[in-house]
């Protein structure tokens, strides 16, 4: 199993990013996927996920400002984020399962 995730970044409070979480080493059409966050001192945070036929769910907190997607010819799921906040700030993970790629930092700040 590997999971690579980019696009994070340091942006100011409103702003977007576009997370991608590039996968191999399984059947990732068959296979329910998660993202999770991970602010400095906490614990990790569920945030999204979203089913094989496309189902998603969201954490209250982020209902209505971060999307997941996937595309199964690529192998990649995705987590768009829009109207950032300061405590949105934290290593962004894609999760299979118990498995967890390496993270990507964002940082909202003013």
């Known amino acids: 199993v ?11 409070p409103g702003e977007s990013l576009r997370l991608s979480c590039e996968t191999s080493g399984f059947d990732f059409a068959n296979t329910y996927m998660r993202w999770v966050r991970q602010a400095s001192g906490l614990g ?17 907190d982020v209902k209505g400002r971060f999307f997941i997607s996937r595309d199964n010819k690529k192998n990649t799921l995705y987590l768009q984020l829009n109207d950032l906040k300061t405590e949105d700030t934290a290593i962004y993970y894609c999760a ?15």
């Open 44 to 60: 990790p945070q569920w945030l999204a996920a979203i089913d094989v036929d496309g189902t998603t769910d969201y954490l209250n």
């Open 2 to 12: 590997k999971l690579v995730e980019s696009g994070g970044g340091e942006v100011q």
């Open 96 to 110: 299979k399962g118990s498995d967890r790629g390496q993270g990507t930092q964002v940082t909202v700040s003013s």
